[in-house]
């Protein structure tokens, strides 16, 4: 069973702090990865979408890898600012599951001033 | 960046009546769209894929009678709750795959309240 485990559930820090926010499955056959970001009572916003061909993708601040062989992704976020504060999510995409995302519970951070 | 706009974002009605959900890519053609059901401080569930053209495939415990899905065009999906009673209310998001790249974009959701 394909399955995605997002650790740590909640996380609160100080504005300025480096972060590092961990996501792994079951399943080494990825097709690709994506992570995204959740306001309270809004949709999704996708921040880095990780091919399987591909170890990292980088935008601003935010930088995530993708490590298949131990099935581990990494969202990497530097100078986290108050703005920041939001849920991530990780999601995969597996060969052979019909092109739909299996999502983790997500990351719930909050960056105090 | 490609928009998923959906339609409303938020809806209560009676019990007994029937919601409709629109989700709209509105750069792109989306040959797949997905539809999710998402309880407070929990993740998406995946409820059904949504393919232009044909039946929408369903996930394992999810009503298809309950859950009208209708893939009308490559820009609109549409969600209809029928006969819908307090405990479907949620927040629905939809998601439209670009054709292109195969990046999933998600629409703001919809929040379903059923007194």
């Known amino acids: 069973k394909q399955e995605v485990t997002q650790i740590p559930a909640a996380l609160s820090v100080p504005e300025g702090e480096n972060l590092v926010l961990n996501c792994s499955f079951t399943d080494s056959a990825i097709y690709n990865l994506q992570w995204f970001r959740q306001d309270p009572g809004k949709g999704l916003t996708s921040l880095l979408l990780?091919?399987?061909?591909?170890r990292e993708q980088t935008s601003g601040r935010l930088n995530a890898s993708l490590d298949k062989s131990s099935g581990r992704s990494t969202l990497y976020i530097a100078a986290s600012q108050p703005g920041d504060s939001a849920t991530y999510l990780c999601a995969g995409c597996f060969s052979g599951g019909y092109n739909k995302l299996i999502f983790g519970a997500g990351t719930r951070l909050a960056v105090h001033p | 960046g490609a928009v998923v706009s959906q339609h409303p974002s938020w809806v209560i009605c009676k019990s007994g009546t029937s919601v409709k959900i629109e989700c709209r890519s509105l750069d792109f053609q989306a040959t797949t769209m997905f539809w999710y059901r998402q309880f407070p401080k929990q993740s998406l569930m995946l409820m059904a894929t949504?393919?232009?053209?044909?039946?929408?495939?369903?996930e394992q415990g999810v009503e298809k009678d309950k859950f009208l899905i209708n893939h009308a065009s490559l820009t609109l999906s549409t969600l209809t709750v029928t006969s819908a009673h307090p405990e479907d209310s949620s927040f629905y998001i939809c998601?439209?795959?670009?054709?292109?790249?195969?990046?999933?974009?998600f629409g703001e959701g919809s929040r379903l309240t059923v007194l």
């Open positions: 990780i091919q399987s061909s591909q």
């Open positions: 949504s393919n232009e053209g044909s039946k929408a495939t369903y």
């Open positions: 998601s439209a795959r670009h054709g292109v790249t195969g990046e999933l974009f």
